[in-house]
């Protein structure tokens, strides 16, 4: 007779990313993301960087050999219900990635185009930006920029919602399906704007007043994947994470003196959890 773990199969994503030292952003922020929402994650690590709240101090990128055996083994064994790119660092990691992706026929790809760390780093070489555009965005069923982000892939000068969404019209023309322009770097609520291809969709909500805002695409962008890897259909997935982000913000706690990240856990009964001081 077959017990009930051996019927259970879980829901997997994958993240393919930088490794963050502090766990908020990068890959354990989005194993965290995954956790959370109740999907198996798996990983791969396209760089180690040394950092905390205030900053990033050192970048190690890994061969691109080693990124494509990380994708390859864990599709070969593991699978993935869908998959999530973060930091890419440079021309040739972008490629490989993209390659192997295309080769394993990922359909329900997330793409957060990294550039810059919180703190002002850069974690995107300026020449893999033309990589970005030219082999991983074509793929991507979503892709998550912020303004800064929006504004180098489009080239447009984002200062309003209506630049916002003539920027998502250009990304679209890259290949993506789903554009999502993140909102948080302009004045007023923290509005969204999610371009299909024909349509526009906004997705408001307040802004919380914090610091702790350390990996908040990477989280974002996560919890698209993992809704995505459930079977919701993308503007639903989308829609789900920004509201599962909002409650992440609003529940965020300083670790360090700098940008703190979010609190990934903020959905979980704090009352269960060992360590939490209670008796």
């Not at 993506?176 to 302009?186: A, C, N, Q």
């Amino acid at each position: 007779m077959t017990s009930p773990q051996a019927q259970y199969v879980p829901v997997k994503a994958m993240t393919i990313a930088g490794s963050d030292s502090g766990a908020g952003a990068g890959i354990q922020a989005d194993l965290k993301t995954f956790a959370a929402l109740d999907v198996y994650g798996t990983s791969v690590v396209t760089a180690v960087t040394a950092q905390n709240t205030r900053g990033v101090f050192a970048v190690a990128e890994v061969p691109e050999e080693v990124i494509a055996i990380q994708i390859d083994s864990v599709f070969e064994d593991i699978g993935a219900d869908a998959v999530k790119t973060g930091m890419l660092s440079a021309a040739s990691i972008v490629e490989i990635v993209a390659s192997r992706l295309e080769a394993w026929g990922v359909a329900a790809l997330v793409v957060d185009p990294v550039m810059v760390a919180k703190g002002g780093e850069p974690l995107l070489q300026q020449n893999a930006v033309a990589a970005l555009k030219q082999h991983l965005l074509p793929l991507a069923l979503v892709v998550t920029p912020n303004i800064p982000e929006a504004e180098v892939l489009s080239g447009i000068a984002i200062d309003s919602p209506r630049a916002a969404r003539d920027a998502a019209r250009a990304i679209a023309e890259l290949g993506p399906r789903y554009v999502v322009v993140k909102g948080g770097h302009l004045a007023g609520n923290a509005t969204d704007i999610v371009y299909d291809g024909q349509t526009f969709t906004a997705f408001s909500a307040e802004r919380i007043d914090t610091q702790n805002t350390h990996g908040t695409g990477c989280t974002f962008s996560a919890a698209i994947t993992a809704h995505l890897a459930c079977g919701l259909a993308p503007l639903a997935a989308i829609e789900a994470a920004k509201v599962w982000l909002t409650g992440a913000i609003r529940e965020s706690y300083a670790i360090g003196d700098g940008h703190s990240p979010v609190n990934h856990f903020h959905a979980i009964d704090r009352t269960s959890r060992i360590g939490s001081g209670l008796t």
